[in-house]
T-cell receptor
Framework: KAGVTQTPRYLIKTRGQQVTLSCSPI?????VSWYQQTPGQGLQFLFE???????NKGNFPGRFSGRQFSNSRSEMNVSTLELGDSALYLC????????????FGPGTRLLVL | KNQVEQSPQSLIILEGKNCTLQ??????????LRWYKQDTGRGPVSLTI?????NTKSNGRYTATLDADTKQSSLHITASQLSDSASYIC????????????FGSGTRLLVRP
């Protein structure tokens, strides 16, 4: 079974631009969670999607949004990029909502200049 | 305030030696505690998950303990190998109306030959 895949793996943007990141969960998994990882803040929870609906949300501004499609694939969007948005964005999938075992993808490393 | 603190911040040990990583938390209400291993440039991989009623859980050479009374957990690595070099992240989930995962900042372990 293929693991969680994320595209692109690396991305460079400038301040003010927007970016869309993609995550394909493990086949059969219906829950997708997004995390931001920075050296200073560590891993922080962004949001969780299940059955195309956002079920949980972390403490991030409205510039961070996401969606999930009927095939469970998910996208995350960040608008009006700031320098502080430079981070590794990780996606994790699990069988169901609040499932104990999550499987992480390799992440998308975003650099904002 | 819901927090997860890990110690030490970094650790260097010789191959074959044992080590113990610590995690203290103040998260309430507590749902479960997870330990993840994250290799450089890759997403975290789940090692163990423990609920309130579990005191010890093993996964190969990794053994996690949980003391829900003192709100402390430890991850013991036996007979360390070079491949154990990674960051180890303690994550506590909070179960109330807003399910949330709270991450520790991690312990960076380096195993030297």
């Amino acid at each position: 079974k293929a693991g969680v895949t994320q595209t692109p793996r690396y991305l460079i943007k400038t301040r003010g631009q927007q970016v869309t990141l993609s995550c394909s969960p493990i086949s059969g998994h219906r829950s997708v969670s997004w995390y931001q990882q920075t050296p200073g803040q560590g891993l922080q929870f962004l949001f969780e999607y299940f059955s195309e609906t956002q079920r949980n949300k972390g403490n991030f501004p409205g510039r961070f949004s996401g969606r999930q499609f009927s095939n469970s694939r998910s996208e995350m969007n960040v608008s009006t990029l700031e320098l502080g948005d430079s981070a590794l964005y990780l996606c994790a999938s699990s069988l169901s909502l609040r499932e104990e075992t999550q499987y992480f993808g390799p992440g998308t490393r975003l650099l904002v200049l | 305030k819901n927090q997860v603190e890990q110690s030490p911040q970094s650790l260097i040990i010789l191959e074959g030696k044992n080590c113990t990583l610590q995690c203290n938390y103040t998260v309430s209400p507590f749902s479960n505690l997870r330990w993840y291993k994250q290799d450089t440039g890759r997403g975290p991989v789940s090692l163990t998950i423990m609920t309130f009623s579990e005191n010890t859980k093993s996964n190969g050479r990794y053994t996690a303990t949980l003391d829900a009374d003192t709100k402390q957990s430890s991850l013991h690595i036996t007979a360390s190998q070079l491949s154990d070099s990674a960051s180890y992240i303690c994550v506590v989930s909070r179960m109330d109306s807003s399910y949330k995962l709270i991450f520790g900042s991690g312990t960076r372990l380096l195993v030297r030959p």
